[in-house]
């Protein structure tokens, strides 16, 4: 059931969840499930001393005004150093420095991890709501042999190297992404000798992965869409289809999928029709400061294994 609130209680909601305000990466509303109707545009992140605003629409803007009073009062009362304000519904110029400065090596803490933040990106280098699923990978990956797909910059391989995974193969087209990936296992003391970064279209690299393989645990984290490169409706499945030349003879898959369209349906068919040696175990549960009216439509991290 979708919830209605006012701004006092929005206000309220995120003051609560700052309660324990600590140098962690947290999520502190999440709009973006549809469960508080009334601000489905807006997610507010809690990033070290960064109060990070998203707005995805265009709102009117006597009501934009408002949001940014009260959030204002919160990053004065709550010992921020930095309110930033991000307009994802901008073409460019979309980060505002409200207050403070834009700051430089801003680092986010996950489970006493680092990780490099970029604000000057639509997207800043971890996405909080994957949190779940790395620590799922840290619990299985001791003396594992990791393959992490759409590495992005390589959060998941830095959460499975500390908890000992013995190699993590990372691939993603972006040299970019893969370079800040290297930095995060620079900046926690993790040995990259244990860690390779694959600079390459995944669809059009199989030869070059499987050489790293057989992997114990794989895990396939794309984006829904990614114009010229991904579409998931479509490409899904071309990787589904290659888990047999990559997997171990045991082998747990980590299955993501963030698309509100698709629903777990569409990942398990694609295992049932592809790779049917490979059985569903469960979905991983969603953080409970990530709301959604329908949990089809949002996160879905769904583990198979043979």
């Not at 995805?56 to 004065?76: P, R």
């Not at 995060?184 to 995944?202: A, E, Q, S």
């Not at 029709?273 to 439509?297: G, M, V």
Request: glycine content about 4%; overall charge positive; charged content about 30%.
């Amino acid at each position: 059931m979708k919830t209605n609130i006012n701004i006092e209680k929005l206000k309220e909601i995120i003051s609560d969840n700052l309660k324990d305000k600590s140098v962690e990466l947290k999520r502190v509303f999440h709009g973006r499930g549809n469960f508080y109707d009334d601000y489905n545009y807006l997610v507010v992140d809690s990033i070290n001393d960064v109060l990070l605003a998203t707005f995805f629409e265009k709102i009117d803007e006597k009501i934009e005004t408002s949001l940014i009073k009260i959030l204002d009062e919160i990053y004065a009362t709550k010992g921020f150093k930095s309110l930033i304000i991000q307009r994802r519904y901008l073409k460019e110029n979309m980060n505002e420095i409200f207050r403070g400065k834009l700051p430089q090596n801003t680092i986010a803490i996950e489970n006493a991890l680092k990780y490099n933040i970029n604000f000057s990106n639509q997207n800043i280098g971890i996405f909080p709501d994957m949190k779940i699923g790395r620590e799922f990978i840290q619990n299985i990956c001791k003396d594992k042999n990791v393959l992490n797909l759409f590495s992005y910059t390589c959060a998941f391989s830095v959460a499975a190297i500390s908890a000992g995974a013995s190699k993590v193969v990372n691939v993603d087209m972006s040299k970019s992404a893969l370079t800040i990936g290297r930095e995060n296992h620079r900046i926690n003391n993790l040995d990259t000798k244990k860690v390779k970064f694959m600079p390459y279209d995944i669809l059009k690299s199989w030869s070059r992965i499987k050489k790293e393989g057989p992997y114990d645990i794989i895990i396939i984290d794309p984006p829904s869409f990614q114009k010229g490169s991904f579409a998931a409706t479509k490409d899904y499945e071309k990787i589904i289809k290659r888990l047999d030349e990559l997997a171990a003879q045991k082998c747990v898959i980590l299955s993501c999928l963030n698309a509100p369209e698709l629903d777990t349906s569409f990942i398990k068919n694609i295992f049932s029709e592809f790779a049917s040696n490979f059985s569903f175990e469960k979905r991983l549960e969603n953080l409970n400061t990530f709301p959604a009216i329908d949990d089809e439509k949002a996160l879905k991290n769904l583990v198979f294994k043979r």
